[in-house]
């Protein structure tokens, strides 16, 4: 089992900054990669960023390139996604996953486990 709890969400103005936390515990030394989703009303969940654990390399999705830094704290088992210039469009659920068996680290039914959530607002 990896339990994931997300953390730093809020309101910010556009243009503004966040700083997304996500501490996993449990099983991470299994966890092959982690990830960054969000889904705003409506919309389906879209990828927004992953690292590998190992090395940590990084993808980020159309939407981050840019703007969003994905990072991580080996010791601290704690990924981080670094979000600036935010647009009113970011705004949505984050949600930060675990993959543990999977290989598409860009497709959330790779992933085994996510944590609750955490809301992001924008406002214009």
């Known amino acids: 089992q990896v339990q994931l709890v997300e953390s730093g969400g809020g309101l910010v103005q556009a243009g503004g900054s966040l700083r997304l936390s996500c501490a996993a515990s449990g099983r991470t030394f299994s966890s092959y990669a982690m990830g960054w989703f969000r889904q705003a009303p409506g919309k389906e969940r879209e990828f927004v960023a992953a690292i590998r654990w190992s090395g940590g390399t990084t993808y980020y999705g159309d939407s981050a390139k840019g703007r969003f830094t994905i990072s991580r704290d080996n010791a601290k088992n704690t990924v981080y996604l670094q979000m600036n210039s935010l647009k009113p469009e970011d705004t949505a659920v984050y949600y930060c996953?675990?993959?543990?068996?999977?290989?598409?680290?860009?497709?959330?039914?790779?992933?085994?486990?996510w944590g609750q959530g955490t809301q992001v607002t924008v406002s214009s």
């Open positions: 996953a675990a993959l543990l068996y999977g290989s598409n680290l860009y497709s959330g039914r790779d992933y085994d486990y």
